[in-house]
């Protein structure tokens, strides 16, 4: 782990290979005693969590038929906010990490589950599940990491186009969703050359999120605005009946956007969180890996509400190490790991919402600007990859 | 009516967009789960105890459904323990009830982990799901003129389904039946009474004092057995027994047998891994991923992260057994189940596997 030994201070310092293979044993016993407890009641804690969010999307879209009414617009808005919030996150997230395979329902696997962003949920599957969680915090890598436009670490370059990474970032955060299937996409590389921009897999996904993307803003910019028109027309203002409908969707997916923008933010960007350099993780052992997901994420604390309606993000560390268990355990897993971190001394990182989203937004501002300090040498050059394969499946 | 059809389809599409990213049954689910046209469930309507061992559940399927001739059986796919397992039960109730209703019984058998979970755990109002009837262990049309059914334990299950549909039919019916004991019979009673009223006549044979029933004492208690139409269903070695007995006699094309496989799946070390598809099979020894091992043996294998964590090595198992290298827990999936997506890049063969790539 090298880019941490460069640092002023080294994290694992304190801590020999021997240690490290004992933390991976460890934590594989945390892992094998809640694989052996996953069952029904996780089983029927997801049915519920989907039996809730549709009742609640069915009652909110309901009451949106009025939107004409601003009580029916401000009750409307706020329901379809929290069943997208609960649909992408702990629903939508969680299914797509594979979490109730275990389950052998088709309706609730990873591989056919369809969510209700923009990014179509196996591209999603590639860069989240695949490079985000494989590859955590290691620059270059990582595109969760500052999301290809974002400095995010004292030791990366500094050009005069990170002056400007506030505002992208906060226009990220509207369009969160945007941005994740841009990123899936690996837009920014992949347009740049001809070579590439007519690459059959390349356009083969971009396809494949233009469809996504005209069926969702079909559905909530066109057909459910259309809808609450007979009842404008009952009370004299269709017009009025469809804008309020569509600024209510916009509204729910901004206040979801938002929403999820932060928490993931509050991830892997507040102080405390180690980055990594890619040469760090040639030959990474079982150990190693798990002790760059401790490193490399941070917690939000709490209360259960707080944990649905994250989707259980807020046990970010306890993901990280666990990525296909039901997130619903991570609260009761999390007293254990914060053990360990503890027992090996760690730095656990973990704090309110409030807290933790200020500290990452003051880190991209801080980076924004170039830094005091000389940087230390580091490897920031994005690795070479070969062209992405020429199929892709539908 | 091209123009109406147009309309209607688009309508659909339309009511389809509102519900995007998922399709509208799926709303419908979290009030009406029987009614989706895409999966076919059924609601436990009563549970109605026969044995200490067996009992008989009612079950309302859901659209889409069709009627079971008797004898055959369903798929029913159980939630235990969160798992969705999938098993055989023959239909017990006659065919064409009014209301739709049909029944199974189940009989718990040592180690069962379905039959036993149903045995202590259905309810009214529980949803299972569900699969057609299928099997042609069923009577002809033109019923037989002499019938022999010879069964044992839960084999009495299918034939109780026939007889209750066409006892009637059938002029001259003989029932050989062994259980444990007299109480052990499922549906002794109602057997009882068919025989009584001269609708069957039922030869019981208890084993746990008598013994097991052999071919040769067949011959005895039924001395025209080859003239008669066979049904049987039992345990493999009883039903072996009987089709060597009847082969001998030239008679084979008068029985009829009913096997319900054991499903026991025992999890040793590596095993044969077979690419139905692609038709390549390899010898996957201990400890060596099912990733791993296909890739070596020439079998394009999808993959990507290779620990566990991304969910794109998944391929389906039709019929096996692998262990996960990580935390050693076993997944099995037997004959019946639906076909199980396991995880190549950490399960390792325990057990001879088929994989549908
Ligand atoms: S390759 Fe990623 S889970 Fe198997």
Known sequence: MTTLQRKDVNPIAHLTPEDIEAIGRELDAIRDEFIAKRGEKDATYIRNMIKVQRRLEVGSRAVLLFSLFPPAWIIGTLGLSISKILENMEIGHNILHGQYDFMRDPKIHSTTWEWDSASPAEQWKHSHNELHHKYTNVIGRDNDLGYGIMRVDEQQKWVPAHLGQPLYNFINAIFFEYGIAAYDLELGRNLKTKKRRSNPAFRAALRQVGRKIRKQAAKDYLVHPLLSVPVGLAFGNPLGAFLGTLSANAVASVVRNLWSHSVIMCGHFPKGVETFERTSITGETRGEWYLRQMLGSANISGSKLMHIMTGNLSHQIEHHLFPDLPASRYAEIAPRVRELFEKYDLNYVSGPLVVQVASAWSKVFRLALPNRKPANDIDHSIPPRPAPAETVAA | MPVTQTLRNGAWRVVELLTTPVVPADYLDVIAPLRNPDVLRARIEAVRPETAKSVTLELRPGRNWQPHQPGQYVRLGVDVDGVRLWRAYSVS?????????????????????????????????????????????????????????????????PVMGMLRTAAHELPDAVVVHSARTEEDVVFGSELRDLHRQGKIRLIERHTGADGRLKPADLSELVPDLFERETWA?????????????????????????????????????????????????????????????????????????????????????????????????????????????????????????????
């Open chain 2, 233 to 357: 269903c039992g345990p493999g070695e009883m039903l072996d027994a009987l089709t060597e007995h009847w082969a001998d006699a030239g008679a084979e094309d008068r029985l009829h047998v009913e096997r319900f496989r054991p499903t026991v799946l025992v999890a040793g070390d590596g095993g044969t891994v077979a690419f139905e598809r692609s038709g390549i099979s390899t010898e996957a020894p201990a400890g060596v991923t099912v990733l791993d091992a296909g890739e070596a043996a020439g079998q394009l294998m999808p993959s990507g992260c290779r620990m566990g964590i991304c969910f794109k090595c998944v391929l389906p198992m039709r019929e096996g057994i692998v262990r996960d290298v990580r935390d050693g827990s076993v997944t099995t999936v037997t004959e019946l189940d639906e076909p199980v997506l396991i995880q190549t890049c950490i399960s390792a063969a325990a057990g001879p596997c088929r994989l549908d790539a």
């Open chain 2, 93 to 157: 109730s006659a065919a064409g009830r009014p209301g739709g209703t049909f029944t199974v019984t189940v009989n718990a058998v040592a180690d069962g982990v379905v039959s036993s979970y149903l045995l202590n755990h259905a309810r009214r109002g529980m949803i299972l799901t569900l699969d057609l009837p299928t099997g042609d262990f069923v009577l002809p049309a033109r019923r037989p003129g002499k019938a022999l059914f010879v069964t044992a334990g839960s084999g009495i299950t």
